[in-house]
């Protein structure tokens, strides 16, 4: 399936699940009508840029204008309202995808932090156009943030987001984000688990900027409750003792970047996580780069199982695992899982061995 039937197939399916239906009964629509391509050729003429491919079909084939992450995509005259500078920064390298030294983004930072002290809204506004320049705003998360499409330098055809509130933040160098595909089909994938189960999938990083990674102690603890329910209920009876042990294994593994965790949240409360492990061994002609996912901790609690939300879970920890390069994904599964990790497409494999060390 190609990337714009899909998305049109989770359009299709969010509706299914009720996602178009207003408050008074009434349905939006998913997608405004389609721009024509001599359109969006005379925008790209108007704003001086060149709108990656797949961006051009999104507006052609499916809507100019229309769903998406967050609060949707907009459309050519809303890009033109949202991105009154564009044409205006065209001759300004590329910040985002530059290739600058870390030194010059934190120059950035500076001269942003003392046009804030000084109130200097000039500079400021120049400061905004530097780091936006090569985009153009798509969409909006909310508040004061927009989502920024890449159209040149080496980031073209990805997507981050830009707060300009916090400009000083911007003191690192920023490569990319996720390509526009991967963006809007995580972003539907959101959606659909918002309004099918009732929770929002957040992944845990070292790198998690809403505070919710090795620091986060409430989490932290969370993720050990539950962790200790998985063992407890698979028949460990000395579960119970290892919350010193899992609370080192979260600090240092989400510290070097090794594991990730992706976490359901229902009404602010922690119900389900799952984890995964990177790993790394000689290449081999199945997996050339012999990059290896390891999956554990898959469990959601008793109350909000048999409504599909370990499959959704396992879905975002397979299409990130296939996005960073990983040939294969293994899973140690409970007797109870076994039936979850087959109807997802994983097989047996015959040659897997386990010695215990204990036993020497």
Excluded at 50 to 60: A, I, R, S
Excluded at 295 to 314: D, H, N, T
Aim: hydrophobic share 35%; proline share 4%; with cysteine.
């Amino acid at each position: 399936m190609d990337v714009i039937e899909e998305i049109r197939a989770l359009a299709e399916e969010y509706e299914a699940c009720g996602g178009t239906e207003r408050s008074d009964g009434s349905k939006s629509r998913l997608f405004d009508p389609p721009a024509t391509i001599e359109q969006v050729r005379e925008f790209e003429k108007e704003m001086r840029v060149t709108l990656p491919e797949v961006f051009v079909l999104y507006l052609t084939e499916l809507g100019n204008g229309g769903i998406g992450p967050n609060y949707g995509i907009y459309s050519l005259d809303k890009m033109r309202e949202r991105n009154p500078n564009a044409a205006a920064r065209a001759e300004l390298p590329v910040m985002i995808g530059g290739r600058l030294p870390e030194e010059a983004w934190k120059t950035f930072a500076r001269e942003a932090e003392a046009a804030d002290d000084e109130e200097d809204f000039d500079k400021i506004e120049e400061l905004e156009q530097r780091l936006i320049a090569g985009g153009i705003f798509i969409s909006t998360p909310g508040c004061t943030m927009y989502t920024l499409l890449m159209c040149r330098g080496e980031a073209a055809g990805d997507v981050c987001t830009i707060d300009f509130d916090y400009l000083t933040w911007y003191d690192k160098p920023i490569e990319g984000g996720y390509s526009f595909e991967d963006w809007m089909i995580e972003g539907m994938h959101d959606h659909i688990a918002r309004r099918k189960y009732g929770i929002d999938i957040e992944m845990v990083t070292r790198y998690n900027q809403r505070g919710l990674g090795m620091a986060g102690e409430k989490l932290t603890d969370s993720l050990i409750d539950l962790r200790i329910a998985q063992l407890t209920e698979e028949g460990d009876t000395d579960a119970v003792n290892l919350s010193h042990e899992l609370r080192d294994f979260y600090e240092r593994a989400f510290g070097n970047g090794t594991f990730r965790m992706w976490i359901a949240v229902h009404r602010g409360e922690v119900i389900g996580t799952v984890g995964l492990t990177m790993l790394e061994k000689p290449p081999y002609s199945a997996n050339p780069n012999g990059k290896i996912g390891l999956i554990s901790s898959m469990y959601v609690k008793p109350e909000f199982r048999r409504r599909g939300m370990a499959k959704c879970m396992l879905g975002y920890v397979m299409r990130w695992a296939k996005r960073n390069g990983m040939g294969i994904v293994q899973a140690m599964a409970s007797e109870q899982g076994v039936k979850l990790y087959e109807s997802c497409g994983f097989r047996h494999s015959e040659r897997f061995l386990q010695y215990d060390l204990k036993n020497m």
